[in-house]
């Protein structure tokens, strides 16, 4: 049997002491590596933490033909997330994780339709009119105001959907009747909005 090496003899607990320094030093090294980015100004930090330390909200986002991590983080921003962290799933290619620190833990379904709105609204700006509306449609009823009906409604319009948009809006022009002083004051705009288009529709 050929051996490379022959007749070794190496004093390895002898010269224990050598190598814990070694070993230290390496360790000391490590920390102050790890605490100098860590409080650096514009450095980059020591540890990736994840929402179980930072808290936010993780969103699973599966579409049809997945997006380029810029559009998907351009989309974002217009919806007032300023810092997301796009990760695509290595198992499903078609998924993005994204992680919203912006946006409170979903627990109950309130949160989880204003989670699914905001999905809604990403999926209208990347174009992805199909799904938008099947998920704006979903929650239309459900989520407190009138924004999930008019944003459904303006995407009917957009994809020429004239007879179903009039529907929708409608119902807002009904519920506008019962909404208190304040909340029509704050959406003007949107209100102001949705009667000039029910009012073209109209003629």
């Excluded at 920390?31 to 929402?51: C, E, H, K, M, W």
């Excluded at 204003?114 to 704006?136: G, M, P, Q, S, V």
């Excluded at 407190?144 to 995407?155: H, N, Q």
């Excluded at 948009?165 to 029509?184: F, Q, T």
Aim: net charge neutral; hydrophobic share 40%.
């Amino acid at each position: 049997m050929f051996n490379l090496f022959q007749n070794i003899h190496i004093d390895w607990l002898g010269k224990r002491k050598i190598f814990i320094a070694f070993s230290v030093f390496i360790m000391l090294a490590g920390l102050a590596s790890t605490i100098g980015r860590q409080y650096t100004p514009g450095g980059t930090d020591a540890f990736n933490l994840g929402v179980d330390f930072k808290g936010g909200t993780v969103v699973v986002a599966k579409f049809r033909e997945r997006p380029a991590d810029d559009d998907i983080r351009a989309a974002l921003h217009k919806t007032g997330i300023a810092d997301p962290v796009i990760q695509s799933s290595t198992d499903k290619p078609d998924e993005a994780l994204t992680v919203i620190d912006a946006l409170p833990s979903v627990t109950g379904q309130s949160d989880r339709d204003r989670a699914t709105l905001l999905r809604a609204r990403i999926l209208e700006d990347l174009k992805r009119n199909d799904e938008a509306l099947a998920l704006y449609g979903d929650i239309a009823e459900r989520v407190p105001g009138d924004e999930a009906r008019c944003r459904y409604a303006a995407l009917l319009l957009k994809v020429g959907k004239k007879a179903e948009a009039r529907r929708v809006l409608e119902d807002v022009e009904h519920r506008m009747k019962y909404i208190d002083r304040h909340s029509r004051v704050e959406n003007a705009p949107m209100y102001d909005w949705a009667m000039k288009e029910l009012s073209g529709l109209r003629t």
